[in-house]
């Protein structure tokens, strides 16, 4: 009996261990904003550096044009490890900036380490409000979703296991792409309509979840976006909040959210979080205290961030659900 109690401690204890190990502490925030400007200024809190130099182990395809529109010739990046010897699965990283701006290298800081890592990795360009209203910048993403698919013979990609990764305005886009998968009713302006959209995981930093609560609403990038006011078109609005579209067949959904975030407030996710619990939807919500928008651009963030999406992919994308 002693000796069967003592295996069990060992065993137990070792469990434990392994538990510990792997366990992901979020780095430590700030009071406000104030004290993250003099940290930053004091050289305190290191920056990533946002344009990385692509290193020699990585293929890179850029700027290849996978849509053409009457605005535009919008254009993606693939990246992969040279040493890949069969099909791996595909990230694709949307940029944020108010639907208004930002450029498909912004998110080279994530594409690049996750190509080293071993998946195949994309971040593309799409419409800005300014040159189209919704919904044209989320049939741009979806149109993107398919060239890949399509391609993915060419490019060594596995496009039955793919991931979209967005933050703020991409973090919106990659939702409603991910939780709209096939409706038809956002699929009217792709070349490639038989190819399905489905992805099998969904990163989601910081981007809104509900473009009808007052403070979207009452943020001047939002009306720009939706071509509209709410007063105007409340349907509208509602119809490009990612969360009417949520269902128990959506895929895993990993979170974070910065809880003194002025540009996207972090209640936008905790009521993502809450939808997804109703209807039943993996999903993993890391509400980082203390911690901005942007917030990733911080190297203690953007460790934090990766270290957990690792884990998260592994599940996912690679099949270890162990």
């Known amino acids: 009996m002693k000796r069967l109690i003592l295996i069990i401690c060992i065993l137990f204890s070792s469990v434990f261990l392994q538990e510990k190990a792997v366990e992901i502490k979020p780095p430590r925030g700030y009071y406000n904003y ?20 692509i290193p ?23 990246f992969k490890n040279k040493s890949l010897s069969k ?17 498909k290298k912004d998110y080279f800081a994530y594409c690049l380490p996750y190509a080293e890592k071993g998946y195949v990795t994309a971040s ?5 409000s300014q040159e189209a209203i919704f919904p044209a910048a989320l049939e741009d993403i979806i149109c993107g979703i398919r060239w890949l698919k399509k391609h993915s013979d060419e490019y060594g990609i596995d496009s ?28 009217s302006d792709c070349d490639d309509s038989d190819i399905s959209t489905t992805v099998q995981a969904i990163v989601n930093i910081y981007g809104p979840s509900d473009l009808t609560t007052d403070f979207a609403i009452s943020q001047s990038a939002t009306p720009k976006f939706m071509g509209t006011t709410f007063d105007e078109n409340p349907n509208k609005y509602k119809e490009a909040s990612p969360f009417i579209y949520i269902s128990n067949n959506d895929p895993p959904t990993l979170i974070f959210h910065g809880t003194i975030d002025k540009i996207v407030p972090v209640a936008q996710s905790d009521f993502l979080a809450k939808e997804l619990k109703k209807y039943n939807v993996y999903h993993e919500y890391h509400r980082l205290k203390g911690w901005p928008h942007t917030m990733d651009v911080a190297v203690p963030v953007n460790i934090y961030t990766q270290l957990v999406m690792d884990r998260f992919f592994q599940k996912w994308l690679r099949g270890d659900n162990n």
């Open 124 to 128: 593309l360009s799409y419409r800005f």
């Open 160 to 187: 039955s296991r793919v991931a979209l990764v967005g933050g703020s305005a991409g973090g919106h886009l990659a939702m409603m792409a991910a939780y709209t998968a096939d409706e038809p009713i956002f699929n």
């Open 34 to 53: 104030t004290f993250i400007k003099w940290a930053v200024s004091l050289g305190w809190l290191e920056l990533v550096n946002t344009k990385p130099a």
């Open 87 to 103: 099909p791996a699965p595909l990230i694709i990283f949307i940029h944020g900036g108010s639907w208004t701006k930002g450029d």
């Open 56 to 78: 020699n182990t990585i293929a890179a395809s850029q700027d290849i044009i996978y849509k053409k529109t009457d605005q535009r010739q919008l254009k993606l990046d693939i």
